[in-house]
């Protein structure tokens, strides 16, 4: 009984990590974008800054209370969905956030759904065949991908099939593309780079995990038995990688939140990390603060859904 | 003739030893040292002033007066991109150092001392992992602004966390061998244990990290300055040159293309130098 419940154990363990991550983070960023840039009543009242309107409008933000007090009600507010308000255009930043999120998550949808299979196909497959033509070919395109910098592959994305093709659309992307024919042109490029940056180290990382598995005792036997080559991996080694594969599949997923700061901000795409992005050119602090959490829960999700993977795939914790 | 062979094969050669590299890792050396050289010297070799319009025609194609084009003022581009590696190639070194040293120390005096010590700096610092690189970048310029130190501080905060743990992985591990037991044994002081047992033991897989990290900095600053983030105009660093001239992709504009390219070098040739280095510096327990 106790032996069955230690993976469960474990599994607990690390969302308390996460959880108590999630805390540090979350101290880091209001910190950092709180406490650093001087007075925010100052900058907002800019011309009008008079010592009257200022300590006003202080006292009105909340700003005169102690920091860390300011930081609990932040948290607080936070975990109850009230992100603020914004400083630039005093609309709310969950109003703001909340027609931006479907638009990244759907993203962020569409290209886990391409790059899934094709990164798996292509690992296992390069695995299959190590150091056979085709392995050498998938591993020079993905170090090279995971060598470039993300706008590097946009560009040469855009190269490709909008210059030299002349397939799709450069560099505008149409909010009101109407027609599934319309939508899809409009989509491909974000998707198309996005796949390649996230494939690459799925496909690197699959090729990795099912390697280790063929290099058992009991691959070998199958080998030994006379096992086609096929059978060999799809049989014997791939059930066993499964878990592995899982963790590396979560694992590349967290790329995406790199990535798609890169890549809305190149398509011209309405999501939340381009509304990050020009938040920051606008020094809009609740919304960043907003934003920047937002990125970080989701990769430690994908972390700690990866770690948990592999935990609960290992039946020697079991 | 045999005997000189017999002779031949007794002298310590590096291929003997161990230590000599491969044809791709020479490859990936020779452009690291040539990126290297021009960061140093480049601005000299500019033709033109890197700030100066010199072609009234904007994104102008590849000339034999502008070897590479030029970019949206009509700028030389080859001058830019050579002014350009002093700031990608110099932050970047700067920070990895930052990172890689601080990390190296702080993990081996974690991994030499244990205790309460070593469990709240690896929490910690594990907690800081938890951040996207990237958006760590964007969040600090947001406060604080961006310059040069800011970046350079910036990038080795976010890559000290990784760099620790992996010196402090290696550590642990050199820390249980006899000969670090037998220096405790007689009594050396833990600095001794630090400098003369550990850190010679953890050297090689430790240069392999810096440059796997280096090539991870180069990533994050190129993107920062993509965004407008990084290097400010009127300097500009090659993630900055992509940025500036992203209006001539459209057209195919080498001005967007071969900073891109510089970039892509770079960062290939340390991979591939990393990859091909020689077992005996990559893994000394081998």
């Keep these: 009984m106790r032996q069955a419940l230690k993976p469960w154990f474990l599994v607990l363990q690390r969302l308390g990590i996460a959880f108590l991550t999630l805390i540090i983070v979350s101290f880091a960023v209001f910190f950092a974008t709180e406490l650093l840039p001087g007075d925010v009543a100052e900058v907002l009242l800019g011309q009008a800054a008079t010592p009257e309107a200022v300590a006003a409008l202080r006292e009105s933000m909340g700003l005169d209370e102690p920091a860390l007090s300011r930081f609990l009600g932040w948290l607080v507010g936070l975990a109850g969905g009230d992100l603020g308000t914004s400083y630039v255009n005093r609309m709310s930043v969950a109003e703001l956030i909340g027609g931006r999120l479907g638009n990244s998550l759907q993203l962020a949808g569409i290209v886990t759904l391409v790059s899934v299979p094709v990164a798996l196909t292509l690992g296992i497959g390069a695995a299959m065949w190590r150091g056979s033509r085709f392995d050498r070919a998938v591993s020079v395109l993905t170090i090279s991908v995971i060598s470039v910098p993300e706008f590097m592959v946009a560009t040469l994305a855009v190269l490709i099939f909008a210059v030299w093709l002349d397939w799709l659309p450069a560099l505008s992307f149409g909010v009101n593309a109407d027609g599934f024919w319309a939508m899809l042109r409009a989509y491909a490029m974000p998707v198309i780079t996005l796949s390649f940056v996230v494939s690459a180290q799925m496909i690197r990382m699959t090729r990795a995990a099912v390697i280790e598995t063929i290099n058992t005792p009991y691959v070998e036997m199958a080998l030994l038995k006379g096992a086609s080559r096929s059978r060999m991996v799809l049989r014997h080694a791939l059930p066993n990688a499964l878990g592995p594969i899982a963790n590396a599949v979560a694992l590349s997923l967290s790329y995406l939140v790199g990535g798609v700061i890169i890549v809305e901000t190149i398509f011209n795409y309405p999501g939340v990390a381009k509304l990050m992005v020009d938040a920051v050119s606008t020094r809009d602090l609740p919304l960043i603060q907003s934003c920047a959490m937002i990125f970080c829960v989701s990769y430690l999700s994908l972390i700690t859904l990866a770690d948990m993977v592999a935990i609960l795939s290992n039946p020697r914790l079991r | ?286």
Excluded at chain 2, 67 to 85: H, N, P
């Design chain 2, 1 to 286: 003739m045999t005997t000189r062979t017999s002779f031949l094969s007794a002298l310590p050669t590096p291929r003997k030893l161990g230590y000599s590299f491969n044809m791709t890792g020479r490859i990936g050396l020779l452009v690291i040292l040539f990126w290297a050289v021009v960061a140093v010297i480049g601005p000299m070799l500019a033709p033109y002033n890197p700030g100066e319009i010199v072609d009234w025609d904007y994104f102008g194609p590849m000339t034999g007066d502008f070897w590479l084009g030029t970019d949206y003022l009509g700028r030389d581009i080859l001058s830019r991109i050579l002014m350009g590696a002093r700031y990608t190639v110099g932050i970047a070194l700067a920070a990895v150092t930052i990172a890689c040293a601080g990390g190296v120390i702080l993990g081996m005096i974690a991994a030499v001392t244990g205790g309460w010590f070593d469990m709240i700096l690896s929490r910690l610092l594990d907690a800081f992992n938890g951040i996207p690189s990237l958006l760590f970048g964007l969040v600090t310029v947001a406060a604080v602004g961006s310059s040069i130190p800011v970046l350079v501080l910036t990038l080795a905060a976010i890559y000290l966390p990784g760099a620790y743990r992996f010196a402090r992985a290696l550590s642990v591990n050199v820390n249980t061998m006899d000969f670090v037991t037998v220096a405790r044994a007689r009594g050396e002081n833990t600095p001794y244990l630090i400098v003369r047992e550990i850190f010679p033991n953890i050297l090689g897989p430790v240069l392999a990290d810096l440059g796997v990290r280096f090539v991870f900095i180069v990533l994050v600053l190129s993107g920062l300055s993509f965004l407008g983030l990084g290097v400010q105009p009127p300097n500009a660093d090659w993630g900055a040159l992509v940025r500036e001239n992203i209006e001539g992709l459209s057209f195919g504009a080498p001005a967007v293309l071969f900073p891109s390219v510089a970039i892509a070098t770079l960062t290939i040739s340390v991979n591939m130098f990393i990859d091909n280095l020689p077992i005996k510096i990559r893994d000394r327990s081998e």
